[in-house]
């Protein structure tokens, strides 16, 4: 089935540590999106990808960091530098149509202690 | 400044009747698409609606339709008998080409529908 997979679904992590959230999709889609959500808030923009080895900033990149080397994943790492990195991360993918939606992983729940 | 503006944090709707989800969006870009999702208690976000800068009849599908005012750059979710089923957050979003396919979201309106 075509869609869109995002790794691990919960991740604990000690506060100063890396950790790669790992996000995958088979529905060839150009356009790849890493989005934070906090407890009852909106999803906020941390990074985008219109094509492989290009990525944009979006409103909240500090502290993350992510690569775009095949088509299909745009890993996002959470870096020490991210000072309130628990939050639920929702990666996305779209096609170029104008009218195409984004399709969504399950996102992952990150906790940070 | 917000470009996706959702003003209503929280709406209790009746059951059966219909509910109208403001979303107000700000761009400079002529071609552009604005969008509705759904996301349950579960976390997924599901795709509801769509709606293109150059469309000149207002998007529907089912019981969803948005009410798309371009002057007053509104794009307003109606929802028709309303379903226990549709509680849940509703979030707003837009995309912008000139923002290199840029998807922006509203900070959602969380609707509950009472028995």
């Known amino acids: 089935d075509g869609g869109i997979t995002q790794s691990p679904k919960y991740l604990f992590r000690k506060e100063g540590q890396n950790v790669t959230l790992s996000c995958e999709q088979n529905?060839?889609?150009?356009?790849m999106y890493w989005y934070r959500q906090d407890p009852g808030q909106g999803l906020r923009l941390i990074y985008y990808?219109?094509?492989?080895?290009?990525?944009q900033k979006g409103d909240i990149a500090e502290g993350y960091s992510v690569s775009r080397e095949k088509k299909e994943s745009f890993p996002l790492t959470v870096t020490s530098a991210q000072k309130n990195p628990t939050a639920f991360y929702l990666c996305a993918s779209r096609g170029t149509d104008e009218n195409t939606e984004a399709f969504f992983g399950q996102g992952t729940r990150l906790t940070v202690v | 400044a917000q470009k996706i503006t959702q003003t209503q944090p929280g709406m209790f709707v009746q059951e059966k009747e219909a509910v109208t989800l403001d979303c107000t969006y700000d761009t400079s870009d002529q071609s552009y698409g604005l969008f509705w999702y759904k996301q349950p208690s579960s976390g997924e976000m599901i795709f509801l609606i769509y709606?293109?800068?150059?469309?000149?009849q207002n998007a529907t599908e089912g019981r969803y339709s948005l009410n798309f005012q371009k002057a007053r750059k509104s794009a307003n979710l109606v929802i028709s008998a309303s379903q226990l089923g549709d509680s849940a957050m509703y979030f707003c979003a837009m995309r912008e080409r000139f923002g290199n396919e840029k998807l922006t979201f509203g900070t959602g309106t969380r609707l509950t529908i009472i028995p």
């Open positions: 990808s219109q094509i492989v080895n290009d990525f």
């Open positions: 529905l060839n889609h150009d356009a």
């Open positions: 709606q293109g800068s150059y469309d000149e």
